[in-house]
DNA sequence: TGTTGCCTTGACGTCGGCGTCAGGCCGTAG
DNA sequence: CTACGGCCTGACGCCGACGTCAAGGCAACA
């Protein structure tokens, strides 16, 4: 199969091949005309490094797995090395969960006190020590 | 105050300050030498955008609170605009947590199903359809 | 014989938020 | 006089994963 057949089948472009191609992951065999030739386990292999791009891993970070599969074995995570990716990954993803949860908790605090007071504001006080200042400078009417 | 004072106080960079007026954000006066010159305002106009920079936000997403503040409050969350993009990251960060839980949980079932695989293979079978591929094809030893 | 379609290589563009370097001005301290 | 520090502008570099364009080759089909 050639690289555009290969493309479709595994849900990418060209361009994504040959870039997977000029980082070394994914080396193709050439026919007569110079074409980029590919087979089954090619596909396999691009298939694997789309779930792991799809969880959010790096290129680099496929590498195990598709040079475990091309080792021979019949999952890309059969390897030492492919399984020190996956439980470094966790702790990544635990760690951003934790700081996003963090993150999120402050920006509710923050908009929930900025409602309040906006509220109080309407409410009470029209003036309670000078002219408001005017929001949107650049207002469009 | 001159650009070097302000980023030291701010806890930035002078570079961070020019590219930050040069996106508008952050107007300077300039002295006879043709040097930037700012006050405290801008001091807190600075802060405000590391704070946001800090919880994720992009630099677009300052000019609101900013504006804010040069409207002459002092909150740079008084003004409706500001409290939309809050909202908005909000809405962002709970789906990209959502995504990164979901994620975590396909990476730890991968995980555990790997690691299954692998002390099932080293209990039972040496080699029940063939030879072992071999791992780690360019091992340094 | 042209036209389409797929392929090739090479190289520059994208996005964000700056870092870093080059070349030069101004004022002050030794 | 010279060195040094801080400031100026302008421009290229960086990271990741490609997108996009240019210029050309080769095969099939009308």
Excluded at 30 to 35: E, I
Excluded at 37 to 44: G, K, M, Q, S
Aim: glycine fraction near 12%; charge should be neutral; hydrophobic fraction near 35%.
């Amino acid at each position: 199969m050639r690289i555009g057949e290969l493309a479709a089948e595994a849900g990418t472009t060209t361009r994504a091949l040959r870039y997977y191609e000029s980082r070394g992951l994914l080396p193709a065999r050439r026919d007569g005309n110079g074409h980029r030739t590919y087979d089954e386990r090619d596909l396999a292999q691009v298939r694997q490094i789309r779930t792991l791009q799809d969880f959010g891993f790096g290129l680099e970070e496929t590498r195990p797995f598709v040079e475990c599969l091309r080792a021979g074995h019949a999952e890309g995570d059969s390897c030492p090395a492919s399984l020190v990716v996956y439980r470094r990954k966790l702790e990544e993803l635990d760690s951003m969960i934790e700081r996003l949860g963090a993150v999120r908790e402050k920006v509710a605090r923050q908009l929930a006190r900025a409602e309040r007071a906006r509220d109080e504001l309407a409410a009470g006080a029209p003036a309670p020590g000078g002219p408001e200042p005017v929001c949107e400078l650049g207002g469009r009417g």
